[in-house]
């Protein structure tokens, strides 16, 4: 079965630094595009950003891009989304995503992390 | 920027009725469009990609429509389990936009 296995929910206070893990299984990992969407309590999807596993190829949202880092472990098919500083604003769901190429629509979801940033 | 916009925001509907909703992009994005399904406190669910192909294990019911900057999500009779937010994405552009939903609600 392909599945994207997210790390646990956080609860983290403002300045802190955070690093989220999506571990993906059941098919090529270096193949396809992983991707980072968030969702803000009550609101909609926005994407962050994408990573080519096979060779840490990144693009990012111009909204997110020098306020996230994405990277990705392909011996243990393991990508990130890391912050250096929080703020109350990154309180949201983050999700991350299979796309079936570059700049491509989105085919399997992991379940979710939640992140809660609060002094 | 892309931008995506849906209507309606809120849909009320019954059991067994044919919903239609609408996604409208800012400029041409040819037939490069998915749809998704979310439920309260779940990830979102790929249904429809290119504007109507059908993803695999989504039930027939669903079917989508359009290209260059109108798209339709339809679904012919909607089921108990069909009640939930939907979104639109489109992927034309080096850069990928949602619409900002629309939630069908039991009528």
């Known amino acids: 079965e392909v599945q994207l296995v997210q790390s646990g929910a956080e609860v983290k206070k403002p300045g802190e630094s955070l690093k989220i893990s999506c571990k993906g299984s059941?098919?090529?990992?270096?193949?396809?595009?992983i991707g980072w969407v968030r969702q803000m309590p009550g609101k909609g999807l926005e994407w962050m950003g994408i990573i080519y596993p096979g060779d840490s190829d990144t693009r990012y949202s111009p909204s997110f891009q020098g306020q996230v880092t994405i990277s990705a472990d392909k011996s243990i098919s393991t990508a990130y989304l890391q912050w250096s500083s929080l703020k109350a604003s990154d309180t949201a769901m983050y999700y991350c995503v299979r796309l079936r190429g570059e700049f491509e629509h989105m085919d399997v979801w992991g379940k979710g992390t939640t992140v809660t940033v609060s002094s | 920027d892309i931008q995506m916009t849906q209507s309606p925001s809120t849909l009320s509907a019954s059991v067994g009725d044919r919903v239609t909703i609408t996604c409208r992009a800012s400029q041409s994005i040819s037939s490069w469009l998915a749809w998704y399904q979310q439920k309260p406190g779940k990830a979102p669910k790929l249904l429809i990609y290119?504007?109507?192909s059908l993803e695999s294990g989504v039930p027939s019911r669903f079917s989508g429509s359009g290209s260059g900057t109108e798209f339709t999500l339809t679904i012919s009779s909607l089921q108990p389990d069909d009640f939930a937010t939907y979104y639109c994405q489109q992927y034309n552009s080096y850069s990928l936009t949602f619409g900002g939903g629309t939630k069908v609600e039991i009528k």
């Open positions: 290119k504007a109507s």
């Open positions: 059941g098919y090529s990992f270096t193949s396809y595009w």
